[in-house]
């Protein structure tokens, strides 16, 4: 299911940071439209990340571990002057301050925050592969990034 809320979806003006960054948002704990806000509030004041645009948002069904809440998931185009691992970390950041608990693979998540494409480059990093690993069997992707006709 589609929907939209005052964030998802948005467009704003070109960014000259030289780096763009599609990352993918997802929750099924708590008030996620919320979350999703405050996130984007806090990604829009960074100082180095600047919004470029928003798909509306999408909620499905999980994977993995089934025994658990629908997903609500988004998917946000960031430019940034940050390398790939300066962007996860600040993502992960942002994960734990929003009470990311990883507990078990595909387990429930408050924030879950995964960097999907950086610009048009292949990352195969302990820590970080890049395009995001079965991304393109993934729902919660394929179908917003209709939204964006985006080439990221």
Known sequence: ??????????????????????IGVGCNIGNCIRRFKKLFQFLDSHPKIKIIKTAPLYKNPPFG???QDDFLNALIVIKTNLSPIQVLNEMQRYENRFGRKRS??????????????YDKIQIKHKRLIVPHQNWKERDSVIIPLKFLNTTT
């Open 104 to 117: 078990f693979k595909d387990a429930p998540r408050t924030l879950d925050i995964d960097i999907i494409f």
């Open 1 to 22: 299911m589609i929907f939209q809320t005052t964030f998802f979806p948005i467009t704003k003006k070109i960014e000259r940071r030289r780096n763009r960054v599609l």
């Open 65 to 67: 571990y089934l025994e």
